[in-house]
């Protein structure tokens, strides 16, 4: 899921402070994926892609709903999540990611990141 994606789901494009459609939309997502599931015998495994800093507003509201999905049901809504701060300081992303790891611990949540920007020359 991508918060572009998302906001696909509810039929806008999303460019608020709060990215609430974006959320919304995610949200609505992963709840009809996690409803018709059991109907297909398949497993959950829900995944967030690239959310660079200024979408962080999109993971904090997709984590609120995590963390209410997760005392009701024992189990978060999404599997995992993907940081992609590869555009600021090393610094300030593992800061940044590091606070998002602790929330997402409890829940026992993957938090992926990138660390370095994927085409800096980093692997020349």
């Keep these: 899921m991508s918060p572009y994606t998302d906001s696909v789901f509810l039929g806008v494009k999303d460019s608020s402070e709060k990215r609430e459609a974006s959320v919304a939309g995610a949200v609505a997502a992963a709840h009809y994926i996690r409803s018709i599931a059991p109907i297909y015998g398949v497993p959950v495994v829900l995944h967030t892609d690239h959310c660079a800093k200024k979408l962080l507003p999109w993971l904090d509201g ?6 209410r999905f997760f005392k009701e049901q024992g189990t978060p809504l999404w599997s995992s ?11 300030e992303n593992i800061e ?29």
Excluded: N
């Design 62 to 67: 997709m984590l609120d709903e995590d963390e």
């Design 81 to 91: 999540h993907m940081i992609d701060l590869s555009e600021e300081s090393v610094q």
């Design 96 to 124: 940044t990611t590091a606070k998002y790891l602790k929330r997402a611990a409890p829940m026992k949540q993957w938090v992926r990141y990138i660390l370095y920007p994927e085409y800096s020359g980093l692997w020349d």
